[in-house]
T-cell receptor, first 112, second 112 residues
Framework: NAGVTQTPKFQVLKTGQSMTLQCAQD?????MSWYRQDPGMGLRLIHY???????DQGEVPNGYNVSRSTTEDFPLRLLSAAPSQTSVYFC???????????FGPGTRLLVL | AQSVTQPDIHITVSEGASLELRCNYS??????LFWYVQSPGQGLQLLLK??????LVQGIKGFEAEFKRSQSSFNLRKPSVHWSDAAEYFC??????????FGAGTRLTVKP
């Protein structure tokens, strides 16, 4: 998965709990993105970042926060988890000016 | 707004047979187009991409795709399918790599 690590691999939460999904890269790529994947819906962009200190919303940002204090890390925060956030979450990276994204292995989240 | 339609949810082909996976997109300008493959429990891997130039694009693992502007299509093809090609395939479109829209995916089953 091209130098993109995601932790944890699997997590179970109760409704209302908070947690942070971690994404780290060792390829010094400027762009990092978070997607969620749900059956029958493909991948949908949650948030993305074009560099440290810069983030922007994607297609489905509600219920999620992000920050980018370093080039290497791009955590995704769920402040109050809801069952609708049960999904598989993928982090992706790419270099500025290059269109190929590299995806991490994913985090499977179950919210009860 | 951009969107992608993959009309076939599930396709079954025999090993050695040819394959075509359909992708239709809606986009106002010249799009960036991608095909990704996802094996069970894995992240996405880029098969090929189109930005401009020759409308027939060669990718990895013997796949190719043809951009047809008049039909708003970017269908993926392979002349002879191998059992290891069984996976889910996603088409994606966007103005760049940070605002992509993915199709819902086509699951490919390969019969021996």
């Amino acid at each position: 998965n091209a130098g993109v690590t995601q932790t944890p691999k699997f997590q179970v939460l109760k409704t209302g709990q908070s947690m942070t999904l971690q994404c780290a890269q060792d390829m010094n790529h400027e762009y990092m993105s978070w997607y969620r994947q749900d059956p029958g819906m493909g991948l949908r962009l949650i948030h993305y970042s074009v560099g440290a200190g810069i983030t922007d919303q994607g297609e489905v940002p509600n219920g999620y926060n992000v920050s980018r204090s370093t080039t290497e890390d791009f955590p995704l925060r769920l402040l109050s988890a809801a069952p609708s956030q049960t999904s598989v979450y993928f982090c992706a990276i790419n270099r500025a000016g290059e269109e190929t994204q590299y995806f991490g292995p994913g985090t499977r989240l179950l919210v009860l | 707004a951009q969107s992608v339609t993959q009309p076939d949810i599930h396709i079954t082909v025999s090993e050695g047979a040819s394959l075509e996976l359909r992708c239709n997109y809606s986009y106002g300008a010249t799009p960036y187009l991608f095909w990704y493959v996802q094996s069970p429990g894995q992240g996405l891997q880029l098969l090929l991409k189109y930005f401009s130039g020759d409308t027939l694009v060669q990718g990895i693992k013997g796949f190719e795709a043809e951009f047809k502007r008049s039909q708003s299509s970017f269908n993926l093809r392979k002349p002879s399918v191998h059992w290891s090609d069984a996976a889910e395939y996603f088409c994606a479109v966007g103005p760049n790599n940070n605002d992509m829209r993915f199709g819902a995916g086509t699951r490919l089953t390969v019969k021996p």
